[in-house]
Every structure is written in structure tokens, then in C-alpha cells.
């Protein structure tokens, strides 16, 4: 293996791993790491015991028996000694929080952007594979394959996305005798392929979305099929998921250019560019079924899933059980997601997908993916189970821990993705350091014990079409509310632009749905965020909006045509006096010296904010919306003795005074306040400008102040002093045609030159954030007079890309 400028032999160290005093010698091509970092598993609970190569591990208590299994009838086979997992992120560390319950050790593989990585903290052992880029990292298998071999890893666990559903990858690593902890690699062509599991679902007799899925990817043939389809039509990467490599067209003109973007981030995200194409259908509901089979050819269903409410064709928030299926629907769901699962020899965790027609009311057959899912958590929150550990036991051959009939379905579950975006830019990704992160703290690690679905009689012997109608115990009305936060990155982390921006998965669990969606607003409050952009007020927006709330939910519930728009986005409003006067109060304590620990001040310390002659001084704290042109407003601090504050705010439009404030700093970014007898409690975080960027008007180049006040955030600037202004210039202030770069990013192509004539909405740069691509088009016609980026090139937010000089004709 090539080594990279991280991976140089180094001299062989002492490290602790298990205990135990280790030498570790750093090899070309691949370097480890072993570190004796392990989290804190608050409130797990136990599962059936798991297999190895060689040993057991110690009996752990079971959430729910095996009954009238097979499983009882043959010697169960034990844990792996240690598994690698091929992922990086939240799903890595979901993994090793399993692997650590059981006692199995874990090998983790980064590129070298992700060295200090959470995941590769938590695990036994960590490799670095390669650059950040996942083609020469994440999708190698040749590295991967090497690590295995020198960490002696037993296993593969692929999380989700790179490698999960590469049926090359899975063939190999049998080639090498090892197991891949996945299905095997001729259902992952079959149900992995979209054009091939469409087919192989209508020789079954289940309905699919009319559409061509056959082999000829030639873009004229394409382009006639559409319109044989009939527009609007959907491309889709065939080996793709998570909304990668899928472009809506809606007219033949726009064809072609939809066609090679898809491609290009089918490609990147997956490898392959094969594509189907299928009409759009405007109103959608998605509902996914989970199906867990074995190889002894037993397959269940563990209920289904709604994942309808969507942007950019990718889930940001879950829910299980799917609201307003009836009993009868949702057993005929899931006796079609079995039945397909049987059609390949399904073994693993798998996703059957349905599209719901809501116009006319009719079910289409989707996709399946043969891996686990991003949203795997609420599954296991209605029923108790831990899904990866059912992937490890039946990767090792053993049968399903549970039958059918037993597998319980209690309460609803919500996850909700918290994502580096920015809702109001059309949910462009962000990247950036988080300099600041609270979140809620989880009740569980794993999902709450749940008791196994019994009939009257005690037992849970029920016929097959039966166990497809799950019974409710009387314990489920006592379910208690809780929550999980699955989570890849800690306060500190970078958000690369290389990879996918989820942050992490909020997730809670309620009696019902009412109470599930209450105890996710009040977890989107508590969950606070600076250095990024994220969608955790659009979160809170969505889980309170009314429609979404009475389980109106469509595919097309988030976009600007949708009438649910002006709840999801409200009008920014100017903020409280209140607010603003926290947030100039803020500003001025960080100020003041602080008090020594011990002995007498000086006066210079104990005298703050006095003049010489005697009296008080007053300061003046200028603060304005974050938003371009917003009018500033000015709040007068007058301190007071024993720690009063006058402060009087002053807007445009309005003047406010308090008298008698009192407030302190409870800690840097924590402000108390008695406020007109109100005592407030406010998390405020500055956030300094970025550096090497002169001062200007742009709220960009202006230190931030984020306040997070009654389960809002709310983002002020200080406006840079007008002796800055005047030594910086306003170098930021761009042209009427200089198109600019909406986020960190990499260059994909750029279309055009210098002097060449452009027109109104031309395709002129085209970008690439953690795998998603962005074109920018020209807002004006004309003629570009300067282009300031090459392709292949990492450019920051804001840089100008390209300079048009409006045609004056």
C-alpha cells in the first residue's frame, strides 16, 4: 500500500490497550492508533448474548425471550474477537457503543482530516487509510482489506453509505475469509440495483412507479424514454440512496444538464453512474418497512417507517410507527417487504421502500436498501431491540433472536438529523469548527426495554398472517418519554466539506405520538450549536407546525410551493428589548476585569467602569441583525452599585429603559438576569469574524453574539468601528454580476472563460460540498470579465468565482 505524508514509519511506542502495556510499530501504508478511550454507557440495557472466533462473552440480561425458535433447537455460535468498521461518524460510533457492550473490540479507519475524530477515540484501534477524499480513503477496499489482515479483524462492519452496499467489496472480503456483516453480495446486486429490484418485484406481482429501468444509458435514449414517461420524471443513481445521484426534471430542455449532474455525484458517492429514470409523482408519501432475515431463510418485519417530510431528496426527520396506516395496511406492507426479502435469500438488515400516491391513494414498490439504515434508532426505540447487535448475531450464523409474533411494537418514535446547513439558503451544507455545542442529555444509550408482544394466553404462538397484526401490553401505557442522541462529532470537531454534514440524530420515544412530538421540541431547545449553520430551528419549526403536528405528511412537505412554507420559515422579526438588552449586558461584562481569588483589589480592578472624576460611566453597545442592510440598534449600559446596570435600549422605531438590573456571568457564555422581576437564564456565544478578512459592512466580516433565549437561537452582530471600516475597505461588496461562493467548497467545473458572452441563468460554476453539487448561474446577462477559480480548486464562502459585466444593451 502507497503510504501518504501521515503514514510514515514511525518508531515503535508504548501504548495501553486492554490493560496491558503494548508496543505498537506505525507501518507504511497504514497507520494505527490505540487508545484507551471508552464513553460512558448511562442506562443500557442488555441484550441476548453475541458470537466470536474464540471466545464468549459474559450473559447479559435479554429485553425479550426467543420463543417457538428454532433457535432454542441448535448451539448458538459465538462472538467475533474484534470487528473492523468501514465508516466514520455517527453510524462508527453506533457501532462500537454495541461492540463495547459485548465485549468485542473494535478497529476503526480514517482519512487524515478525521485523525482526532470521535470515532477513532471511542475504538480499541485506529488506522489511517488515506486522504480525505472517500475515493482514496472510505472506498478503498485494498486498505481496508490490509487492515483487516494486520489488526486480525475478524469482520467488517460497513455502517452505511461508502462501502455498504458494494457487492465487490463483500466478494472480497470472503475471498479473504472474512465476514462481512451485511447480506450476501447476490442480494446486494439484486436489491442494491433499483432497475433490477423493480424487476424482480413485478415478476412478484407487486406494483412499481411506471418508469424505465434497463440498461441503455444513452442520453438521447433517456431523454426519449422521459417523454414516453411523461414529465415531470425523476432520474435516480440505480445504485445509489440518501438522495445522492437524483435530479426532478421538469421539462425535456433541462434534461440533459439534470442527466451529467447525476451521474457526476452517483460517480463520486458510489462508483457507478448507472441510472432509471421514472415519473415524479407530485404528491408522495415514503413508508419503509424493516425486515431482518437469517440463513436459515426465516425473515421478519419489525414495522414500518415514515420518512416523507424531506429536502433535497434526502430524510431529516423519522417516525415509527407510520401515522394513519391502518392494522390491515401496515400487515400487508410488511407481508410484501418479507416476500421480497425471500426473493433473494435476504439475510441481514434490510429497508424495503414504498411510495404512497396521496392523489391516488395507491402503493408503488420504491427500492430496497441491503444495509441499515441512517434512521435504524426509532425501529429499535418501538421495539426494544438493538439492531446492530441482531446484524453481529446474525452475521455469525445464528438464527433471528425473536420470531415474528414476538416482536412488540410500543409507543412512537421520532430522529431527527441535525444537519451543518442553512435552511433559509435552500439548504446549502456548511462546514466550519464547532466552537460551541450543548445538547440534551440522553436518557439512554440503547433503546428502553420494551415487553415482547404476548397474546392472551401468555404465549406468543399466533398464526403467520397474525403475527403480522402487533398486540399492545398493558405495560406500554406506563412507557416513560426518553431520549438518544447518536452523535460523531464533540464540541471542538471540524465539519469537513468532504463528507456528509449530519452532526448527529436526536431521538425520542413517547406512549404516543402527541407525547413523542412534545419531548422532541423540548430536546431541539436544549440542543445548542455555534460555528456552523444547522437546521435545529427548523426542526423546532417543523415538529410545531400544525400539519405536521395532526400527521399530514407528503415527500413535498418543506418546499417553497408547499403551503406549509410560511410556518416552516417565519418572518424574522425584530427581537425583544429584553433580548437585546442581554445581549449589550453580555458585551459588557465579558469586559471587566476579573475579581482576584484572594487578598484586596486594586482599584484599577474593583473600580470598573468609573472616571476619574468621579462618575459613571456609560457604555454604548451597538448591535444589529445578522441580515444584510438591517438598521442598528444602540443600548446605554450604566452601571450602579452592587451589581445594577440602568440599560436602555434604542431601536428605530422604539425606547425602552430598565432600571435596576442585575446580572452576572455564570460562566463565559452563561448570563443571569432579573429583568422587571423576571430572573432569565441566557446561553450567549461570541463568535469572533473569520481571520484574514478586512473589516466591512458584511455581517460576515463582524464578530457574532448567539443567544439561545427561550428555546430560540437568535444571532446579533457588533457592528465593526468606523476607523476599522475605513483601513479594511468594503472589499467584500461585490458587483452586481460577481457571482460568490454560497459555502465552502471544491470546484467541479467551471464553464466559462474571460470575454466569453454569457446569459441570464447560463450554468457558470458548479460545486461540490460534502457530496452534494451546486450549480451557480449567472444573474445577469453579459460578458464575464474576470474568473477567479480553477476546477479542482478548494474555495472558501464568500470568495468571488466569477466577475459578469452586465450587458448594458
Not at 468501514?86 to 473494535?106: F, H, P, Q, S, Y
Not at 417487504?337 to 441481514?348: C, D, F, P, Q, R
Not at 403480522?468 to 405495560?475: E, M
Not at 470579465?785 to 459578469?804: N, S
Request: aromatic content about 6%.
Amino acid at each position: 500500500m502507497k503510504a501518504s505524508r501521515s503514514t510514515a514509519i514511525r518508531p515503535a511506542r508504548p501504548v495501553l490497550a486492554g490493560g496491558n502495556l503494548q508496543f505498537i510499530r506505525a507501518f507504511s501504508g497504514s497507520q494505527v492508533k490505540q487508545r484507551p478511550f471508552r464513553e460512558q454507557n448511562v442506562a443500557q440495557d442488555g441484550r441476548m448474548g453475541m458470537y466470536g472466533q474464540g471466545w464468549s462473552s459474559p450473559q447479559v440480561r435479554a429485553l425479550a425471550t426467543t420463543t417457538e425458535s428454532s433457535a432454542s433447537l441448535r448451539p448458538r455460535k459465538p462472538h467475533f474477537d474484534k470487528i473492523l468498521i468501514a465508516n466514520r461518524g455517527e453510524i462508527a460510533c453506533r457501532v462500537i457503543r454495541t461492540a463495547n457492550k459485548l465485549g468485542i473490540k473494535t478497529v476503526a479507519v480514517y482519512s487524515e482530516v478525521d485523525e482526532d475524530s470521535l470515532h477513532v477515540r471511542m475504538a480499541d484501534e485506529a488506522y489511517c487509510i488515506g486522504p480525505a477524499p472517500s475515493a482514496e480513503s472510505y472506498l478503498r477496499m485494498d486498505k481496508i482489506i490490509e487492515v483487516c489482515n494486520r489488526s486480525g479483524a475478524q469482520a467488517v462492519h460497513p455502517g452505511y453509505g461508502f462501502l455498504s452496499e458494494n457487492a465487490k467489496f463483500a466478494d472480497r472480503l470472503a475471498e479473504e475469509g472474512i465476514v462481512f456483516i451485511g447480506p450476501p453480495a447476490g442480494a446486494i446486486v439484486s436489491m442494491g440495483s433499483k432497475s433490477e429490484s423493480k424487476n424482480i418485484m413485478l415478476e412478484a406481482g407487486v406494483p412499481c412507479v411506471p418508469g424505465y429501468h434497463g440498461s441503455n444509458q444513452d442520453p438521447d435514449f433517456l431523454l426519449q424514454e422521459a417523454k414516453r414517461i411523461g414529465f415531470p420524471v425523476l432520474i435516480k443513481a440505480t445504485h445509489g440512496g440518501g438522495g445522492k445521484g437524483m435530479r426532478v426534471v421538469e421539462e425535456a430542455a433541462t434534461f440533459h444538464d439534470a442527466l451529467i449532474s447525476a451521474r457526476r455525484e452517483s460517480i463520486k458517492s458510489f462508483g457507478d453512474d448507472t441510472v432509471l429514470v421514472e415519473r415524479y409523482i407530485t404528491r408522495p408519501r415514503h413508508v419503509e418497512v424493516q425486515v431482518f432475515g437469517d440463513t436459515a431463510g426465516d425473515v421478519v418485519s419489525l414495522w414500518e417507517r415514515d420518512c416523507s417530510v424531506q429536502r433535497r431528496n434526502q430524510k431529516i426527520i423519522e417516525e415509527a410507527p407510520a401515522p394513519g396506516l391502518t392494522p390491515e395496511l401496515r400487515a400487508e406492507l410488511s407481508s410484501k417487504a418479507i416476500a421480497a426479502a425471500k426473493a433473494v435469500n435476504y439475510v441481514g438488515a434490510g429497508t424495503v421502500e414504498f411510495i404512497f400516491d396521496n392523489d391516488l391513494q395507491e402503493f408503488y414498490f420504491m427500492e430496497m436498501n441491503t444495509r441499515l439504515q441512517v434512521e435504524h434508532p426509532v425501529t429499535e426505540m418501538i421495539t426494544g431491540l438493538d439492531l446492530v447487535e441482531w446484524q453481529l448475531e446474525v452475521a455469525a450464523g445464528n438464527t433471528l433472536p425473536l420470531s415474528q409474533a414476538a416482536i412488540p411494537l410500543h409507543g412512537h418514535a421520532f430522529e431527527a438529523r441535525i444537519y451543518a446547513e442553512n435552511p433559509r439558503n435552500n439548504f446549502l451544507p456548511d462546514s466550519g469548527r464547532l466552537l460551541y455545542l450543548s445538547t440534551p442529555t440522553p436518557t439512554h444509550v440503547f433503546a428502553p426495554e420494551v415487553p415482547t408482544s404476548l397474546t392472551r394466553d401468555g404465549s406468543s404462538r399466533r398464526t403467520e398472517d397474525a403475527a403480522l397484526f402487533p398486540t399492545t401490553s398493558p405495560a406500554s401505557q406506563f412507557i416513560s418519554p426518553s431520549v438518544r442522541l447518536e452523535q460523531g462529532f464533540t464540541s471542538g470537531a471540524q465539519i469537513g466539506v468532504f463528507y456528509d454534514p449530519m452532526i448527529a440524530k436526536l431521538v425520542v420515544h413517547g406512549r404516543d405520538r402527541t407525547e413523542a412530538l412534545r419531548v422532541l421540541r423540548k430536546a431541539l431547545e436544549e440542543y445548542k450549536v455555534v460555528g456552523v449553520a444547522t437546521n435545529v430551528e427548523f426542526l423546532r419549526a417543523l415538529a410545531s407546525c400544525e400539519a405536521f403536528i395532526d400527521g399530514e405528511v407528503e415527500t413535498g412537505f418543506i418546499p417553497a410551493k408547499q403551503k406549509h412554507f410560511a410556518e416552516l420559515f417565519p418572518v424574522v422579526t425584530d427581537l425583544e428589548p429584553e433580548v437585546l438588552a442581554q445581549a449589550a449586558l453580555f458585551a459588557v461584562l465579558r469586559d471587566q476585569p476579573k475579581q482576584p481569588q484572594s487578598g484586596l483589589a486594586s482599584p484599577w480592578v474593583s473600580l470598573a467602569s468609573r472616571r476619574f472624576g468621579g462618575d459613571r460611566s456609560e457604555r454604548i453597545i451597538t448591535l444589529q441583525n445578522e441580515g444584510e442592510g438591517a438598521e442598528p440598534v444602540t443600548v446605554h449600559v450604566v452601571p450602579k452599585p452592587d451589581g445594577l446596570f440602568d440599560v436602555t435600549v434604542r431601536t428605530p422605531s422604539s425606547q425602552t429603559t430598565f432600571l435596576s438590573v442585575s446580572s452576572r456571568l455564570v460562566s463565559p457564555t452563561e448570563l443571569q438576569s432579573t429583568i422587571q422581576s423576571q430572573l432569565t437564564f441566557a446561553t450567549i456565544v461570541p463568535q469572533p469574524p473569520p481571520p484574514n478578512v478586512p473589516a466591512s459592512t458584511s455581517p460576515n466580516t463582524m464578530e457574532r453574539l448567539h443567544i439561545f433565549h427561550g428555546g430560540r437561537k437568535s444571532t446579533l452582530v457588533l457592528p465593526s468601528p468606523k476607523w476599522l471600516l475605513s483601513l479594511g475597505g468594503d472589499v467584500l461588496s461585490a458587483a452586481k454580476g460577481a457571482l460568490k461562493a454560497p459555502m465552502p467548497s471544491l470546484v467541479v467545473e467551471v464553464r466559462v472563460e474571460v470575454g466569453q458572452k454569457v446569459e441570464k441563468g447560463q450554468a457558470v460554476v458548479v460545486l461540490e460540498s460534502m457530496k452534494t453539487e451546486t450549480v451557480l448561474r449567472a444573474s445577469v446577462g453579459g460578458v464575464v470579465k474576470a474568473v477567479g477559480c480553477k476546477k479542482g480548486e478548494m474555495v472558501e464562502e464568500g470568495r468571488e468565482l466569477v466577475d459578469i459585466e452586465e450587458d448594458s444593451s
